[in-house]
């Protein structure tokens, strides 16, 4: 029997991934025309048109599909058709059921968490939950973190975590598409900072992005006082993914102490060694910097996903939002110097709206749902 044909070189450059992927996404059976003959979305037939675009997707992703994510088989689907596999493809995906005695003690139970790795945060807090259920539940559970799209779909949807740099710098294409242990001076020292200095994190999520050297410059000059030729404050920059930001960051001959670091798994550290940080708005930095009861300056957030995040910061008094690289220097000088009770009224409110036990909450109410399916397949089977 004939195997389905597989793609064997995928193309590097993004347009002719975008060009390729156009067709598919914005086929002319999707689109209606307007009275002057151009092709356009009609709100008319958005939710069916929607609905035909997401089945043909699932169409694709289960004729190319090689390897099915760890874990799938403990989720226990019944219908041959929802997962697209026979016994003459790929495997099929066992049918996992709880016993009439109920589930066996030494069979620890599955959990898939499926995520992207599109910056940095979405790994971290899969990562963090794995951690909650080991710390909680020990060898009762085994959890399983894979990236859906990388390692789990085809061309080409297998480039969209490698694109995601590239999409979130443009709006339309995006779019479319769409805690610590130790003291901080003990922290400061581990990371080659002044262990006197107040500092401030900068940094662009996992991928470097936004005017992260622009405002290291402005900061460099902001925390230096002229007047008694010394620094007043210094920066920890975290360039993620972006090498050559982190070259050229590290080149410069700077007046105040200045860290660059690259990707890092313990951002717990790096918070914990600063007064305060600049970021996007990513969801998960922003706990975590509430956590830590760190004030928080907005530079950008991601046109969905993000923008909402922006409010919450501003309204609760967490932070400010900021764009420029020199109002969001001279707000770090002014934080670090005569408007310091600024600055610690905002990170009480921090503390205040902080989350600190979420993941634990996340890995209960996940097993109080487990335990409640079990029991009601056992009731099933009783009856």
Avoid at 23 to 50: D, E, R, V, W
Avoid at 116 to 125: E, L, N, Q, V
Avoid at 166 to 189: C, D, I, N, Q, S
Wanted: glycine share 10%.
């Amino acid at each position: 029997m004939a195997q389905p044909s597989t793609v064997n070189s995928e193309p590097s450059n993004l347009l002719e991934f975008v060009s390729k992927l156009g067709p598919f996404a914005l086929n002319a059976s999707y689109k209606g025309h307007s009275s002057n003959g151009y092709s356009s979305l009609s709100p008319n037939h958005l939710g069916s048109n929607l609905k035909k675009i997401l089945t043909d997707f699932n169409k694709a992703i289960r004729l190319h599909c090689d390897r099915i994510p760890l874990g799938f088989s403990s989720i226990g689907l019944n219908s041959e058709e929802s997962n697209g596999v026979n016994d003459n493809r790929h495997g099929v995906l066992e049918d996992v059921r709880v016993p009439m005695n109920g589930v066996e003690p030494e069979t620890p139970k599955r959990v898939l968490i499926l995520m992207s790795d599109t910056g940095g945060g979405h790994r971290a807090s899969a990562e963090a939950i794995k951690s909650a259920f080991n710390e909680e539940f020990g060898d009762d559970y085994q959890v399983f973190v894979t990236d859906l799209w990388s390692e789990h779909t085809p061309w080409p949807f297998n480039q969209l975590p490698r694109s995601y740099n590239f999409l979130v710098k443009h709006g339309p294409l995006w779019k479319m598409m769409y805690y610590g242990t130790a003291p901080r001076p003990e922290l400061r020292k581990e990371l080659g900072l002044d262990e006197q200095l107040p500092a401030v994190l900068l940094m662009g999520g996992g991928e470097g992005m936004g005017p992260i050297e622009a405002t290291a410059r402005a900061l460099g000059r902001a925390l230096y006082d002229e007047n008694i030729g010394e620094p007043i404050g210094q920066v920890l920059v975290i360039c993620g993914r972006n090498k050559k930001l982190a070259g050229r960051l590290r080149s410069i001959d700077w007046k105040i102490p200045v860290q660059v670091k690259g990707f890092v798994t313990k951002m717990e550290e790096c918070m914990g060694a600063c007064d305060c940080i600049i970021t996007k708005a990513g969801p998960g930095t922003i706990a975590e910097s509430m956590i830590r009861g760190l004030p928080i300056i907005l530079n950008d957030y991601i046109a969905g996903q993000e923008a909402g995040n922006v409010p919450y910061v501003l309204e609760n008094g967490i932070g400010k939002y900021l764009k420029s690289p020199k109002a969001i220097a001279n707000t770090v000088a002014q934080w670090f110097g005569p408007k310091a009770d600024e600055l610690q009224i905002m990170s009480q409110n921090a503390l205040k709206h902080a989350r600190p036990d979420a993941v634990f909450k996340i890995v209960h109410d996940l097993h109080e749902l487990i335990r409640q399916r079990s029991f009601v397949q056992q009731y099933s089977c009783a009856a």
